[in-house]
């Protein structure tokens, strides 16, 4: 089974991603802001990371940027989801090395058509 | 809606369409057909039925019609077709074309554009490999609403999400507002024309690729055949259709085979047979004496 980090300051919306994920069989963790998605990493890198971009402490770019340094960061895959839905944002984020990308609001055919893109299921 | 009422609407989609309606789909004809009814003022289908009825009821009709065969589309759904345009049916034409420098290929139920598209921005991402060819798309469909649509070009963040990898998004379309608009260029590869697959295909020409997906399944038996022969017609030869996930040309016709191996592509059965491994040169100039 596949392990996703679900990175989101929003508990509703960690529900909502979490449930989406499990029912594709992925065995979901969860993270609040960026540090904490750090930490998580730290202890096990998932294989695939849900992350939003705007929350309190480490926001979601800086989290991305700070994992693709470290050791092993570069491996887990990483779809941003955030309601940040302009060029501008986009494309910092894949310079930043993020596969793919959500523009909330999402539902689950959108959540499996990007994790279908990029390999995960 | 009484079973007569329904009866009714099955025969007008029958002869205007082909839409074959089986007993149970009484749901689906109230979901679709209940807002072109509160469009037209109409407070039930009863009073829909009786307006298309009336002299005046063409309009109407076509509406219902267009309501009823219209069908959801995302970019590179089944994405398996893409890799088959991609890494068979391209490759194949390039070196088979190689003299008249020309490849047609035909949406056959374009719907909202983005099967068409989708095989446009193929084309684009392969721009080194045609660069001097003329690869012309001709999408169809039978809705002039829903063709306005895919000549605009313009859709819902949702139905951007669907299919279609971030990196494409951003380079091939542009933001408006809530929406994305496909770019100029790409739209530009694209012709639009309203076309009923039940009418003649003279009109068509010739088409070196034909994507007819997750239509015929909406057909009876007989009009599948007749759809299926009239593309063998105006294909050369060497020729490719597609057909959706769940349809096959098996118990329908001989004029077609399986592409080994590649699922959902077929050839006409004498080009598959006598297919030469190397580059075809033969084939240039034109295949299609008919």
Known sequence: MKHCLVVDDSSVIRKVARRILEDLDFDIAEAEDGKQALEACRDQMP???LLDWNMPVMDGLEFLTTLRRETGGDKPIVVFCTTENDVAHITRAIRAGANEYIMKPFDKEIVEAKFQEVGLI | MTPFEYDFLRRLLKTQSG???SDEKQYLVESRLLPVARRAGLGSLSEL???IQKPSGKQLSDSVVEA???NESFFFRDKTPF????????????SARAGRRRIKIWCAAASSGQEPYSLAISLKEMAAKVAGWSVEILGTDLSNEILDKARNGIYSQFEVQRGLPIQMLVKFFAQKGELWQINPDIRAMVKWRKFNLLDSFAGIGEQDIVFCRNVLIYFDQQTKIDILHK???LMPSDGYLVLGAAETVVGLTDAFQPVQGRRGL???????ATKPVGPRLAAVGGSNAR
């Open chain 1, 47 to 49: 294989d695939a990371i």
């Open chain 2, 19 to 21: 839409l074959v309606l």
């Open chain 2, 49 to 51: 039925v009786a307006a």
């Open chain 2, 68 to 70: 009823m065969t219209t």
């Open chain 2, 83 to 94: 890799d088959h345009f991609r890494e068979v049916m391209m490759p194949d034409l390039l």
């Open chain 2, 231 to 233: 593309i063998a017609r």
């Open chain 2, 266 to 272: 077929y050839q006409l059965k004498a080009a598959a």
